[in-house]
Each structure stands twice: as structure tokens, then as C-alpha cells.
């Protein structure tokens, strides 16, 4: 017979969504907060946007390669306990940033420490979360979760640019720290690893009794190493790393980092050009949780299509905006905000459907690395096309067209391991 846990009226699934929604918030806020500490930095200590630049990719690189270890040390340790040691470990790299006094003193906190520490509560956590908890409505859980690093921009960037021009930066370094002292209180006290430690089955799961989950029993450093050389030889793996690439480059590697300092160079104040990303937060939060319910129902490769084809269009479109006035601005970061990451719910369906349960959140860190890759390829070089140029268009108009290009491989994953969403039978290509 069911427990009581889980018949109750609202499945503790829930609880751990939010939980985890709220980690994913804070700690995308807080990674995308060189982006407003790149001026502060340049006037107070000198630094090149090229250098600070270098910075912003190696953190951005290492948050993508602790990916596929994230998802082996979150089974083998449990949710609960290494989330709250990253929050701690995160909270400790901010904390000793207002001593820093040399580039490489930033590059280490932000670059290493950081980067390993947000790495670990990246968007594996989310599909961790869903596969232990959820049966039913994964792609909507899934599309929650990650629309979470676009509200983290949302709540925190126009905040934390406010109290950085209002009181100084170190007076934002100690919010967010607050922020995750919070966040580390939350999750050490509420988070639970899988239903079985609530007496309950994962949600939409109909067994008559809740199942203790396997024990981990590979190696944390060869398991994420072996899935990977299992992968390889799989053209949908390549396909979906390749689209992955283009997507991280043209969206935190290249809006997230540096469209706050082209608006600052077209004449739009710091504080605006931060509202603007929180405007594109508030979309992103609707477009990735639809993305997530529409990755539900229909052809996963054909929704990845539309949704490339569409941010290549608006990046195209975005040097044309920073020169004209301010509406059209206000229209790139509406329609932009929409499709920021709801490229996320179609690749994990993806990938979940190929690779299966078992090795999908490995496998889908090593997506997430190519990404990353993408980005910080995108955030060092766009710095230092702009130190050579003096302006940021090139590296828009070319993240367009390398967006038209993930459109188009998007569509030449095979269709022969993909469930109907309808009728739940094999598509056969």
C-alpha cells in the first residue's frame, strides 16, 4: 500500500523542484555577475575587457567540464550534500574577492574556484532532480529548471548593479553571499535525494511500494569517462554536442557576458542595460517552461530548428537595435529572452531517449561541455574582437549565422530512437 507521504496532496517532488529552482537562481545569478563587475574592474584596477574576458571563460569552461563528475558525484553522495558543499565552497570564493589585487587573484576565485562550484549545480542537477523524482511531465520539470539561470539574471543583475553603482562592488559581492548563506540553510534543512527517503514513489510512478534506489557503485573520475567513450561512437551524441556548441556560444558566452558593455559602449547606463537582461529572465522563464511542455508532445529535432533559426534572426537583428532606438532594443530582448535556453527540455529529451535513464545525466554533461565550450570560446574571443574593433558587432552577426547552422544539424538527428509523444511507440525512420 501507498504511504501516507506520498498520497498526500502534493508530492514532495514539488518541494525538492522548488528547492532546486531556487539553487539554480541564485547560482546562475551569481555566475553571470562579471558581466557588471567588468567596468568597476577596468576603472579600479586597470584590467583589459580582454583579460577580465579570459576570466569569464575559464570559469564558464570549468562550469561545463564538472558537469558529467556533478552528475556522478550527486549519485553517489546524494543531492543534499554536495549541493550544499558547492554553496559553501561558492560562498567562500565571493567572500575573499574585495582582497584581490591582481588579474590572476580574479581569475582563480572566479575563474577556478567558481567555475568548479556553479559547475556542480549546473543544469545536471536539474536533470538529476527529474530523473530521481518524476515520472510523468519530466520535459515540464525539466523546462522549470532551466528557465531558473535566466531568472536568476532576472532577480539578481538589475539588484546588483543597482548596489554596485549606488554603493560600490564589494557592497554586491557580500548581497550575493548572503544570498547563498540562505540558499545553504534551505537545502542542508528541506532538500531530500530520492523519494524513497520520504516513503514515497517518484511522481506519475504507479508501483504499490517506494524502491530504494541503487547504490553507485562505478568510479566518480572513469564512470563519467566511460559514458563518454560510449557515446562517442553515437552520431546523435555529436549532433546534439555540435548544436549544444552554437547554442552556449551565442547565448552566456556571448549575450550574458557582454551585452551589458555593448549597450554601456552604444550610451545605455549600466543599470538599464542589466534591466534589459532581467527582461529577457522574465521571457525565458515563459519560453523555457512551454519549451519543456511542448518538448512533451512534439518532435524534439523540428522544436531545436524553429528555436535556433529564430536566435539567429534576433542576433542578426541585434546590431541594427543597439544603433536605432530604445523599442527596438526592448523587442531583440523580448523576443531573444524567449528562446535563451528553451533549447535545453528538447536536447535532454534527446539525449534521455538515446542513451537511456541510467547514463542520460553523464552523457548529457558531456552535451553540457561542448556548450560551455562554446561559451567560452565566444566570451573570451568576443573581448578581444572588441579590443581589436572597438565595437561588438562581428561577434553578433557571426553568432546569427553559427545559430542558422545548429538549426540545421538539428534536424539530421535520427528519428529512429525517438518515442512518439502521442502514441508512445517507436518512430522509425
Not at 586597470?46 to 576570466?55: D, I
Request: glycine residues 10%; charged residues 10%; proline residues 3%.
Amino acid at each position: 500500500m501507498k504511504s501516507d507521504v506520498s498520497s498526500s496532496r502534493m508530492h514532495y517532488g514539488w518541494v525538492v523542484v522548488i528547492i532546486t529552482f531556487i539553487t539554480l537562481l541564485v547560482s546562475a545569478g551569481i555566475r553571470s555577475m562579471p558581466s557588471i563587475l567588468m567596468l568597476p574592474f577596468e576603472d579600479q584596477f586597470g584590467w583589459s575587457r580582454g583579460g577580465m574576458s579570459g576570466v569569464v571563460s575559464t570559469g564558464i569552461l570549468l562550469y561545463g567540464l564538472m558537469g558529467p563528475f556533478s552528475a556522478a558525484l550527486l549519485e553517489k553522495f546524494g543531492i543534499r550534500r554536495v549541493v550544499t558543499f558547492a554553496l559553501a565552497l561558492l560562498a567562500v570564493s565571493l567572500s575573499l574577492t574585495p582582497l584581490m589585487t591582481k588579474l590572476w587573484q580574479f581569475q582563480l576565485l572566479w575563474g577556478v574556484v567558481a567555475g568548479l562550484a556553479t559547475g556542480t549545480m549546473a543544469n545536471v542537477l536539474g536533470v538529476t532532480v527529474t530523473n530521481h523524482w518524476f515520472v510523468k511531465h519530466k520535459g515540464l520539470v525539466i523546462g522549470m529548471l532551466s528557465a531558473s539561470a535566466a531568472t536568476g539574471q532576472l532577480l539578481f543583475l538589475p539588484l546588483l548593479a543597482k548596489i554596485t553603482v549606488a554603493f560600490g562592488w564589494e557592497s554586491a559581492i557580500y548581497t550575493a553571499v548572503g544570498a547563498l548563506v540562505i540558499v545553504m540553510i534551505v537545502v542542508g534543512v528541506w532538500m531530500r535525494n530520492h523519494p524513497f527517503d520520504v516513503g514515497a514513489e517518484p511522481y506519475g510512478d504507479e508501483s504499490a511500494e517506494p524502491v530504494r534506489p541503487a547504490a553507485f557503485s562505478g568510479s566518480l573520475f572513469l564512470s563519467p569517462l566511460l559514458a563518454l567513450r560510449s557515446a562517442m561512437g553515437n552520431k546523435t551524441f555529436w549532433l546534439l554536442a555540435a548544436t549544444f556548441f552554437f547554442c552556449g556560444f551565442s547565448t552566456n558566452g556571448l549575450i550574458g557576458t557582454h551585452l551589458i558593455s555593448a549597450c554601456i559602449d552604444h550610451g545605455i547606463p549600466e543599470v538599464t542595460a542589466a534591466g534589459l537582461l532581467a527582461l529577457m529572465g522574465i521571457f525565458d522563464l515563459a519560453g523555457t517552461t512551454l519549451s519543456g511542455w511542448l518538448s512533451d508532445r512534439f518532435d524534439s529535432r523540428w522544436l531545436l530548428f524553429w528555436y535556433y533559426s529564430l536566435r539567429g534572426l534576433s542576433l542578426m537583428f541585434l546590431p541594427y537595435a543597439l544603433d536605432s532606438s530604445g523599442t527596438y532594443l526592448l523587442v531583440f530582448s523580448v523576443f531573444y529572452g524567449l528562446d535563451w535556453i528553451a533549447t535545453v527540455p528538447p536536447t535532454v529529451k534527446l539525449a534521455s531517449k538515446e542513451f537511456g535513464k541510467e547514463k542520460s545525466g553523464m552523457i548529457f554533461g558531456w552535451i553540457l561541455v561542448a556548450h560551455q565550450i562554446g561559451a567560452s570560446t565566444a566570451a573570451y574571443g568576443t573581448g578581444v574582437i572588441r579590443d581589436w574593433l572597438g565595437n561588438y558587432t562581428i561577434p553578433f552577426l557571426a553568432a546569427g549565422v553559427v545559430c542558422m547552422l545548429a538549426a540545421l544539424l538539428a534536424i539530421r538527428i535520427s528519428r529512429s530512437h525517438i518515442e512518439d509523444n502521442k502514441t508512445g511507440r517507436s518512430m522509425v525512420s
